[in-house]
């Protein structure tokens, strides 16, 4: 059974960088294709990046294309995402989520994911 944490979020200033992680806890490998989605108050949740099962292909979303990076560790049982120069609008709730073991490849829809964690909060001040 996949149980997502995340970790890494806090508040930072706008220019900085921060690593989200996401650590399965209910298995010993992490091997479901990943993605990590955010929502802000009072907006949709909105995906952010998706690595396949393999880690071998991936997708940003333009929001923070050349801002971020999307990669796992199947050693570690672990899942990252690292945003540089953050700005004020990356202000959100970041959540990991994992797709059923059956999908080789990300989604770009929430509805796509079968496992959610709780979220890490990103506060970006100006």
């Known amino acids: 059974q996949v149980q997502l944490t995340e970790s890494g979020g806090g508040l930072v200033r706008t220019g900085e960088s921060l690593r989200l992680n996401c650590t399965d806890s209910?298995?010993?490998?992490?091997?479901?294709?990943m993605g990590w989605f955010r929502q802000a108050p009072g907006k949709e949740r909105e995906f952010v990046a998706g690595?396949?099962?393999?880690?071998?292909?991936?997708d940003l979303a333009d929001a923070v294309a050349g801002r971020c990076t999307i990669s796992r560790d199947k050693g570690k049982n672990t899942a990252y995402l690292q945003i540089v120069d953050l700005k004020p609008d990356d202000t959100a709730t970041y959540y990991c989520?994992?797709?059923?073991?059956?999908?080789?490849?990300?989604?770009?829809?929430?509805?796509?994911?079968?496992?959610w964690g709780q979220g890490t909060q990103v506060t970006v001040s100006t």
């Open positions: 989520a994992a797709r059923h073991e059956r999908w080789r490849q990300y989604g770009n829809q929430a509805l796509e994911y079968e496992y």
């Open positions: 209910g298995q010993t490998s992490i091997t479901n294709a």
């Open positions: 690595i396949s099962r393999s880690g071998g292909s991936y």
